[in-house]
């Protein structure tokens, strides 16, 4: 599975972006998908997960209200809808894909199969 993540740029204090993660096998359906940040000199940091029957989601506190994280099999597709941003927002984004449960429960990249490049979001004060 390659996973292409897009919707990244630069955006202002209290705005929104939709990020994009397409997946390029059919099997998505069965994988849950998850998102990750990177800031500048830090370890990277769960955002979002998804269950592969996009029944249940998982959040950081940081987001909890402000992100909300969807998938669509049809189009092998999930999304990251970021709202209200915040400059601490600023990081390089990743989606991530894994099977058997554990990145929706353990919400740690530990627990991915694939990993997509990332896109950047700055968010300016």
């Known amino acids: 599975v390659q996973l292409q993540a897009s919707g990244g740029g630069l955006v202002q204090a209290g705005g929104s972006l939709r990020l994009s993660c397409a997946a390029s096998?059919?099997?998505?359906?069965?994988?849950?998908m998850g998102w990750f940040r990177q800031a500048p000199g830090k370890e990277h940091e769960f955002v979002a997960a998804?269950?592969?029957?996009?029944?249940?989601?998982s959040y950081a506190d940081s987001v909890k209200g402000r992100f909300t994280i969807s998938k669509t099999n049809a189009k092998n597709t999930v999304y990251l809808q970021m709202n209200s941003l915040k400059p601490e927002d600023t990081a390089v984004y990743y989606c991530?894909?894994?099977?058997?449960?554990?990145?929706?429960?353990?919400?740690?990249?530990?627990?991915?199969?694939?990993w997509g490049q990332g896109t950047q979001v700055t968010v300016s004060s």
């Open positions: 991530a894909a894994g099977a058997g449960g554990g990145l929706l429960l353990h919400r740690s990249k530990e627990w991915s199969d694939y």
């Open positions: 096998r059919r099997t998505f359906s069965n994988y849950d």
């Open positions: 998804i269950s592969w029957s996009g029944g249940s989601t």
